[in-house]
Every structure is written in C-alpha cells, then in structure tokens.
C-alpha cells in the first residue's frame, strides 16, 4: 500500500525560508507524478506545485512562482518543497500527493495522499 508521509512544517516568519519533505514508501516500479497542495483555513484544497516522473518538469501556481521549487530524489523516493520568501498567505496545511498522469491540478487526479503538514507564516 502507498504511503506518503510529510515532514518539515512548522512556523515561520514573513520572508523566512521553510522546507518541506514527503516520503513514499509501499511501492516499487515506474515513479509516480508528485505534487503538492495545500488547503487555508476556510478555503478549497489548492494545487501548489508538480513534478514530472523524471523530475525534468516543474509546474506552479502563479501564486508560488519564483518563491517556491519542487523537486525529487527518486533514488530516495522523496519529493520537496523548497518556500522562499514565505507570506502569511501562504498559512496552510501542505499535503503531498502521488498522480500518474503531469499537467493537472486537479485534486481529483491524484491518487494517494499524505496526511498533511502545517505551515504558519506569522507577520
């Protein structure tokens, strides 16, 4: 069984730096398409970032792009979530999750997901 297990939240200060980890673990064979997203209080689940299987490819939401890197280490099986120059906007539980299809931001694509970590960024 697939498990994803998100590492790295916590509390921030506006203009700080955070980085969050994902783990998977379950599953051997063709990598997984990995993404993030995360949901505010009051607010729908977002799409925050993706990453192609090879990790060659990176998508964002306008509203990360240039603040925020996607990567992975698919010998470790791990994906990350590098957030510079956090914003109070970006309070959120940030959750991991596993696709096999690059390009949607639809939550409904992706297959698997982690239990979420909480990112506070204070003022």
């Known amino acids: 069984q697939v498990q994803l297990v998100e590492s790295g939240g916590g509390s921030v200060q506006a203009g700080d730096s955070l980085t969050l980890s994902c783990a998977e673990s379950?599953?051997?064979?063709?990598?997984?398409?990995m993404g993030w997203f995360r949901r505010a209080p009051g607010k729908d689940r977002e799409f925050v970032a993706g990453?192609?299987?090879?990790?060659?490819?990176?998508e964002y939401a306008e509203s990360v792009k240039g603040r925020f890197t996607i990567s992975r280490d698919k010998a470790r099986k791990t994906v990350s979530l590098q957030m510079n120059i956090a914003k109070p906007e970006d309070t959120a539980v940030y959750y991991c999750?596993?696709?096999?299809?690059?390009?949607?931001?639809?939550?409904?694509?992706?297959?698997?997901w982690g239990q979420g970590a909480q990112v506070t960024v204070t003022s």
């Open positions: 379950g599953r051997t064979g063709t990598p997984f398409v």
């Open positions: 990453i192609n299987r090879s990790g060659n490819l990176r």
């Open positions: 999750a596993a696709s096999s299809k690059f390009g949607s931001r639809d939550p409904r694509e992706y297959e698997y």
